[in-house]
């Protein structure tokens, strides 16, 4: 998530600081300026940062705040598939595996508390 959110950061640095570097195609439906894009990314990714290492010092709100960051990196990647390709179709799947993975980690934790449960009230006298 932190490596995901470092590559929208830099996306959005592009973005702001050269505007010939992306290309625009005409006549897209989510027209946007690429300076508007340039700051959805570089806000995304600092938000995929925070959330990554609050994820990392062990969290629980920073699991349902980086799933809900990444599923809208995701979306805003996807809007941004006309201006860069490549780049938007890679971040794409990195924040859709931190979805899964995220939701996939709070799915194993909640089996083991319930397992840990049924052992300790198993062992009560």
Do not use: K
Not at 29 to 52: K, N
Not at 68 to 92: D, H, M, Q, R, T
């Amino acid at each position: 998530m932190i490596i995901g959110g470092a590559m929208a950061i830099f996306e959005g640095i592009a973005s702001l600081a050269n505007d010939s570097l992306i290309v625009v195609t005409r006549h897209y439906v989510f027209e946007f300026s690429r300076t508007g894009w340039g700051w959805v990314h570089l806000i995304v990714g600092i938000a995929l940062v925070f959330a990554g290492c609050a994820v990392l010092s062990g969290a629980l709100w920073g699991r349902y705040f980086g799933v809900a960051v990444a599923g809208l990196g995701a979306i805003a990647n996807f809007l941004w598939l006309p201006y860069y390709p490549l780049w938007a179709l890679v971040l794409i799947a990195i924040n859709l595996f931190v979805v899964w993975a995220l939701c996939t980690g709070m799915h194993r934790e909640a089996d083991a508390d319930q397992a840990a449960a049924r052992s300790a009230g198993s062992h009560s006298p």
